[in-house]
Nanobody
Framework: QVRVVESGGGSVQAGGSLQLSCTAS??????????MGWYREAPGKAREFISR?????????YSDSSIEGRFTISQDSSKTTLYLQIGSLETEDTAIYLC?????????????????WGQGTQVTVSS
């Protein structure tokens, strides 16, 4: 069984910063991650892609340049914990932040993957 758990959310004032974490785990060993990413869901809006990292190459993708300027994604050396550093928080950043994990459907081969989502962590930014 594979699961991901987010943490680090909270209530902050505009201009502040937060670091979110996402930890992936599995009952089987060894466990490989192929790709991990962050999304968010703001009230009344569709789920929005923020950033992702390819575990094998370390390649990082951000949704756009405005996101890249304030959001920094990183991954630990085990490739099972994902971080999102958010700076200069704005009220528009208020959302549930979700972690997405793509992992091998078979063995350690990332050509075919399965996807699971965490439950999310709430970030609330006040003015």
């Amino acid at each position: 069984q594979v699961r991901v758990v987010e943490s680090g959310g909270g209530s902050v004032q505009a201009g502040g910063s937060l670091q979110l974490s996402c930890t992936a785990s599995a009952s089987r060993s060894p466990f490989h991650t192929c790709r991990m990413g962050w999304y968010r869901e703001a009230p009344g809006k569709a789920r929005e892609f923020i950033s992702r990292i390819e575990s094998g190459t370390g390649t990082i993708t951000y949704s756009d340049s405005s996101i890249e300027g304030r959001f920094t994604i990183s991954q630990d050396s085990s490739k099972t914990t994902l971080y999102l550093q958010i700076g200069s928080l704005e009220t528009e950043d208020t959302a549930i932040y979700l972690c997405r994990l793509d992992f091998p459907a078979y063995g350690s081969d990332c050509q075919s993957t399965r996807t699971i989502w965490g439950q999310g962590t709430q970030v609330t930014v006040s003015s």
